[in-house]
């Protein structure tokens, strides 16, 4: 069925180090592609998304790229802060079957100082 | 910024008991969603909501869960009666818009454990 991977945490960096998040999804269809962060004691809050292939989505700093071919959609950062510690949750709808989140397991990221 | 609440943040209750999760969706959304995170598993669809119906539930949506709009605020998941394997976080959100593009505002969980 549809679903979303994503690698295993906890990822632990240090401040300024380059930050990548793996996410591969199998759908039947052609999903749109989310990234939701959430921060201690709060709800998830969406990152960014892409809608089609090769759409990069990008915000505070973070990017993914959707990419058809490999069934992929990395999260990016060139160089992390502190603040960025929390869990990243991958994602998906199916376009043309509602518009359920289906996520993936998420991945706990602490950076250090 | 608007933002979505729920209450309880933490519920213990047991076995075979109802509970009932509440949620105050941001004001102006029209579409309305219940998720849930078993401990170390991942984020799970139970329901959507519209216009007073469910538009879309998934198969973990039994006859032992029900939700409901009061009034015109409150959003609410009701477990009847409550098995230990309901013990998680749900998670309640809404959207302005039923599409599939559009962003889904989270509110913070409620921590469910069933004893």
């Known amino acids: 069925g549809d679903s979303v991977t994503q690698m295993e945490g906890p990822v632990t960096l240090s401040e300024e180090a380059f930050l990548t998040i793996n996410c591969t999804y199998t759908a039947t269809g052609y999903p749109s592609l989310f990234w939701y962060v959430q921060y201690p004691g709060e709800g998830l809050q969406l990152l960014l998304k892409?809608?089609?292939?090769?759409d990069k989505g990008s915000n505070k700093g973070f990017e993914a790229t959707y990419r058809k071919e490999t069934t992929s959609f990395h999260l990016e950062k060139g160089s992390v802060q502190v603040s960025d510690s929390a869990v990243y949750f991958c994602?998906?709808?199916?376009?043309?079957?509602?518009?359920?989140?289906?996520f993936g397991k998420g991945t706990t990221l602490s950076v250090s100082s | 910024e608007p933002e979505v609440t729920q209450t309880p943040s933490h519920q213990v209750t047991q076995m075979g008991q109802e509970v009932i999760l509440r949620c105050v969706p941001i004001s102006n959304h029209l579409y309305f969603y219940w998720y849930r995170q078993i401990l170390g598993q991942k984020v799970e669809f139970l329901v959507s909501?519209?216009?007073?119906?469910?538009?879309?539930k998934s198969e973990i949506f039994d006859d032992q869960f029900s939700v409901e709009r009061p009034d015109g605020s409150n959003f609410t998941l009701k477990i009847r009666s409550t098995k230990l394997e309901d013990s998680a976080m749900y998670f309640c959100?809404?959207?302005?818009?039923?599409?599939?593009?559009?962003?889904?505002?989270f509110g913070p969980g409620t921590r469910l454990l069933v004893l």
């Open positions: 959100a809404s959207t302005t818009s039923g599409g599939a593009i559009e962003t889904q505002y």
């Open positions: 909501f519209y216009n007073n119906e469910i538009s879309e």
């Open positions: 994602a998906l709808t199916l376009n043309q079957a509602g518009t359920a989140l289906i």
């Open positions: 892409a809608t089609k292939a090769d």
